[in-house]
């Protein structure tokens, strides 16, 4: 038996007076997301460990039965991963948005969408200006970059910017969790105000500004670390021989790298509702004939949650379930071997909310000849009657591993 896990970032909502009082799953009732549901077992599962925050390195590495506890070092290390940046063992990587200001507030996240090829311009810029033996810019993908600092302390508390969209920036500041990371704090700090001066004089962000667009002019670093110690998931799990994942997120990338999968990099996977959703769905399809285990992760309605875009989130999980999982489940019907599939999402991301909340997500398991339990729809509510029950962590993975 082969596995595949299809992941839609930020997916689970709560429900929309717009939608009738429905949750967004509940108003779309995804075809094939449904026909699954019909056909397998469902339940719900509790992604985030307590005390950690719901992000998606914690969700998706508790997904993939990693003990969060033991691995966990933040975003940068992982993205540092998927980049292919060696870290040295005094390296403290951190996760750096290029993000948008206005009138003293966070506006987006995303630097109003920016394109890697602008924001790979922007980051060269800054570490030309801001870096040094010490200091280190280095592009990643879109407006998720790294910053990396040597003998940095990662005992600093950090705000994640997509969850403070409209709120003022500035009491959002690094703060040292301990005195010693107060040089860390302060450094990371100066960082972020000097970007912003500097930012603002790019021809960028100047045309930018002519057309009224919004600009990519502040950094934003947070999550932090140093270099994790995970297990391939080859170790933990007997069954799997092989796996490749496949995302456009290079936190998710860097995360399959440090489990021992093959990165798959799918042209026109952006990350954004705009995304290459056929091309991912053909290279899971590829991947499942050479590995047992495959991980698709699509991060649009995640996006689109955060943009507060109820329209383009509802479009995202339509794309997801008839451009993606729709070919994928009709190639693994003609294959000789059988192939589990699990759907579901890291967290929710609230459209009305445009955070990430640390509640159950809704989940479905489906392969051939497998006992359905009495659940007729996908979602939020109709889940809490599945088969699995309430599932906590890793006991997700061990039960996908059964099969």
């Given at each position: 038996?082969?596995?595949?896990?299809?992941?839609?970032?930020?997916?689970?909502?709560?429900?929309?007076?717009?939608?009738?009082?429905?949750?967004?799953?509940q108003?779309?009732?995804?075809?094939?997301?449904?026909?699954?549901?019909?056909?397998?077992?469902?339940?719900?599962?509790?992604?985030?460990?307590?005390?950690?925050?719901?992000?998606?390195?914690?969700?998706?590495?508790?997904?993939?039965?990693?003990?969060?506890?033991?691995?966990?070092?933040?975003?940068?290390?992982?993205?540092?991963?998927?980049?292919?940046?060696?870290?040295?063992?005094?390296?403290?990587?951190?996760?750096?948005?290029?993000?948008?200001?206005?009138?003293?507030?966070?506006?987006?996240?995303?630097?109003?969408?920016?394109?890697?090829?602008?924001a790979?311009?922007?980051?060269?810029?800054?570490?030309?200006?801001?870096?040094?033996?010490?200091?280190?810019?280095?592009?990643?993908?879109?407006?998720?970059?790294?910053?990396?600092?040597?003998?940095?302390?990662?005992?600093?508390?950090?705000?994640?910017?997509?969850?403070?969209?409209?709120?003022?920036?500035?009491?959002?500041?690094?703060?040292?969790?301990?005195?010693e990371?107060?040089?860390?704090?302060d450094?990371?700090?100066?960082?972020?105000?000097?970007?912003?001066?500097l930012?603002?004089?790019?021809?960028?962000?100047?045309?930018?500004?002519?057309?009224?667009?919004?600009?990519?002019?502040?950094?934003?670093?947070?999550?932090?670390?140093?270099?994790?110690?995970?297990?391939?998931?080859?170790?933990?799990?007997?069954?799997?021989?092989?796996?490749?994942?496949?995302?456009?997120?290079?936190?998710?990338?860097?995360?399959?790298?440090?489990?021992?999968?093959r990165?798959?990099?799918?042209?026109?996977a952006?990350?954004?509702?705009?995304?290459?959703?056929?091309?991912?769905?053909?290279?899971?399809?590829?991947?499942?004939?050479?590995?047992?285990?495959?991980?698709v992760?699509?991060e649009?309605?995640?996006?689109?949650?955060?943009?507060?875009?109820?329209?383009?989130?509802?479009?995202?999980?339509?794309?997801l379930?008839?451009?993606?999982?729709k070919?994928?489940?009709?190639?693994?019907?003609?294959?000789?071997?059988?192939?589990?599939?699990?759907?579901?999402?890291?967290?929710?991301?609230?459209?009305?909310?445009?955070?990430?909340?640390?509640?159950?997500?809704?989940?479905?398991?489906?392969?051939?000849?497998?006992?359905?339990?009495?659940?007729?729809?996908?979602?939020?509510?109709?889940?809490?009657?599945?088969?699995?029950?309430?599932?906590?962590?890793n006991?997700?993975?061990?039960?996908?591993?059964?099969?």
């Amino acid at each position: 038996m082969k596995h595949i896990i299809i992941l839609g970032d930020g997916m689970a909502d709560h429900k929309v007076e717009r939608l009738g009082g429905k949750t967004l799953l509940q108003y779309a009732r995804p075809e094939y997301m449904e026909r699954l549901a019909k056909e397998g077992r469902t339940g719900r599962l509790i992604t985030v460990p307590e005390g950690f925050p719901p992000g998606s390195e914690v969700a998706n590495t508790a997904i993939l039965g990693y003990d969060l506890n033991k691995v966990y070092e933040g975003r940068g290390p992982l993205e540092a991963a998927s980049i292919g940046y060696e870290m040295a063992d005094d390296d403290f990587a951190i996760r750096c948005n290029i993000i948008t200001l206005e009138d003293g507030k966070i506006i987006t996240h995303n630097g109003g969408n920016l394109e890697t090829a602008d924001a790979d311009v922007l980051i060269k810029y800054l570490n030309e200006h801001l870096g040094n033996d010490r200091v280190k810019f280095i592009t990643g993908i879109q407006y998720r970059h790294l910053l990396v600092i040597k003998g940095g302390n990662k005992h600093i508390i950090c705000n994640p910017p997509h969850d403070h969209p409209n709120e003022e920036w500035r009491p959002l500041l690094v703060k040292a969790e301990i005195p010693e990371a107060q040089e860390t704090a302060d450094l990371i700090n100066d960082l972020i105000l000097k970007s912003q001066e500097l930012l603002a004089k790019h021809p960028y962000n100047i045309a930018k500004a002519a057309k009224g667009e919004r600009q990519a002019n502040s950094i934003w670093p947070w999550s932090g670390g140093y270099r994790p110690s995970m297990q391939t998931l080859m170790a933990q799990y007997p069954q799997v021989k092989s796996g490749a994942v496949i995302s456009a997120v290079d936190l998710i990338q860097g995360i399959g790298r440090y489990a021992g999968l093959r990165i798959i990099k799918v042209p026109g996977a952006t990350g954004l509702a705009n995304t290459n959703y056929e091309g991912k769905a053909q290279a899971a399809i590829e991947a499942l004939k050479k590995d047992d285990f495959v991980f698709v992760h699509v991060e649009a309605t995640d996006e689109a949650g955060h943009d507060g875009d109820l329209d383009l989130k509802l479009k995202a999980i339509d794309y997801l379930d008839k451009r993606l999982i729709k070919p994928i489940l009709e190639a693994i019907e003609q294959m000789d071997e059988d192939v589990c599939v699990a759907v579901l999402p890291d967290h929710p991301t609230p459209v009305e909310l445009r955070i990430h909340v640390n509640e159950p997500v809704p989940f479905i398991i489906w392969h051939k000849g497998i006992t359905p339990d009495e659940v007729q729809h996908y979602d939020e509510e109709s889940c809490v009657s599945g088969g699995y029950g309430l599932l906590r962590l890793n006991e997700f993975m061990n039960e996908l591993m059964k099969i």
